[in-house]
């Protein structure tokens, strides 16, 4: 079966961009990566895409007038490539109207909070300000809206009493690393259905599990 090429814009440290690299290293995997693109020279996700000997480009937004040119920068970049999945993998440039309407189904991306709450930036610190039990991540199709659109995958896990920004942020990685792949591959696979702006999904599991947060079967006072 073809494998349905992606196009991955980042702008930093890239480890949802290695994890999807690493998914690509199996055997029944359904996609594959045609380009990673960065807004930033100093992105550390560049070396991991050469590491991994993908193809690079780097598209700075400096370079541009505006963000339309720089939009069909992006745009002319992922058609040579031959791209047809486009995910955002901490790419920290707002998209316009017009790149998000002509991807549109086609454009994913990852957030670190169980949208449609957190949207935005500094999601951690807020989510522990607010008291959150749960927080998780969020792979959904792009709307012009930021942070809206349908959702594919999501990940919950507990907010830790003692967790800081970085200990949430680290434990949110992990399921993310895990919930971007699984996306990809459902999409790739056929297995992802829009109805309207609802995702359906299409022979998969439900997880039956609970989360309580505190846990109810461990004493709630020591
Ligand atoms: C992730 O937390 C993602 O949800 C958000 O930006 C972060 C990127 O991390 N959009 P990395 O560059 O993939 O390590």
């Not at 963000?67 to 790419?91: K, N, P, Q, S, T």
């Not at 991807?103 to 449609?116: A, K, T, V």
């Not at 930036?121 to 930021?146: K, M, N, Q």
């Not at 959702?151 to 942020?169: F, H, K, M, R, Y």
Request: glycine share 8%; with cysteine.
């Amino acid at each position: 079966m073809a494998r349905l090429r992606l196009g991955v814009l980042i702008s930093g440290h890239g480890s949802n961009l290695q994890a999807l690299i690493d998914a690509t290293r199996k055997a029944h995997y359904g996609a594959e990566i045609g380009l990673v693109i960065s807004n930033q020279s100093d992105a550390y996700g560049l070396s991991r895409a050469r590491d991994a000997g993908l193809s690079v480009a780097l598209i700075s937004h400096r370079d541009y007038r505006d963000r339309a040119e720089f939009d069909e920068a992006l745009g002319a970049a992922l058609d040579e490539a031959g791209v047809e999945l486009v995910c955002l993998a901490g790419f920290m440039r707002m998209l316009g109207d017009a790149f998000v309407a002509r991807w549109q189904d086609r454009l994913i991306n990852i957030h670190p909070s169980l949208l449609p709450a957190f949207k935005g930036l500094d999601v951690h610190r807020r989510v522990i300000e607010a008291g959150a039990r749960f927080s998780g991540c969020t792979v959904h199709y792009v709307r012009p809206e930021v942070d809206s659109g349908p959702i594919i995958v999501q990940a919950a896990i507990p907010v830790l009493s003692a967790d800081t920004p970085a200990t949430l942020e680290s434990r949110v990685h992990e399921v993310e690393h895990r919930c971007y792949p699984l996306a990809v591959d459902l999409i790739a696979k056929g297995r992802v259905r829009l109805e309207g702006e609802r995702v359906r999904l299409i022979d998969v599991r439900d997880a039956r599990g609970r989360l309580i947060n505190p846990a109810p079967d461990e004493p709630m006072l020591s």
